[in-house]
């Protein structure tokens, strides 16, 4: 069974550095599992600042649906980032944006993966804090967003609010 830590917050608020922060604290050899697809210049960006960040003391796993099965017992993994991963199986086909399906499928998805022996530490954005979007895709997805960090926060052993980089803890 794994250890949960789930650190979420808005845009910059720190979430990675943090999380990155904590890793290295818990492993000398952490795993870094990306799940972000590098599909414009901008994200090729950002995926850059992140690498740029970490060391060669990572293992770097690039993963964008499923998590599950990479064989990850006994490490510490840092899963940057469950909004990504959800957009990725949002966006996948076999699913076609059916928020229900989606979310079915990422939370067994996620059960498979909390079956290992690994201490997982869980960054995901709080996209529900704004104003109600008027677009009717970005509203299902903030409901999708919304309910699978209930469902990973209810499993995870500590949750972490990242607040202009201060980490406020919600749960330990």
């Known amino acids: 069974m794994s250890k949960i830590i789930m650190i979420t917050g808005g845009q910059r608020s720190g979430k990675s ?4 922060r904590l890793a290295l604290n818990l492993s000398e050899r952490p795993v870094y599992l990306a799940t972000a697809q590098v599909l414009d210049e901008e994200m090729r960006y950002r995926v850059t600042l992140h690498q740029q960040r970490r060391g060669p003391q990572w293992t770097n796993i690039e993963e964008p649906l499923h998590l599950s099965r990479h064989d990850l017992n006994g490490r510490v993994v840092l899963i940057d980032c469950l909004t990504l991963w959800l957009t990725n199986m949002f966006f996948e086909e076999t699913y076609d944006g059916d928020v229900e399906r989606v979310l079915q499928a990422a939370k067994e998805e996620f059960d498979r993966l909390a079956e290992q022996d690994a201490t997982l ?4 954005n709080e996209i529900g804090l704004g104003g109600t979007s008027e677009n009717a895709l970005q509203r299902r997805f903030t409901d999708l967003q919304g309910w699978m960090n209930q469902y990973v926060a209810k499993q995870a052993d500590e949750v972490v609010l990242m607040v202009s980089g201060i980490p406020l803890k919600v749960k330990s």
């Open 17 to 20: 550095e943090e999380a990155e």
């Open 121 to 124: 530490i869980v960054v995901t």
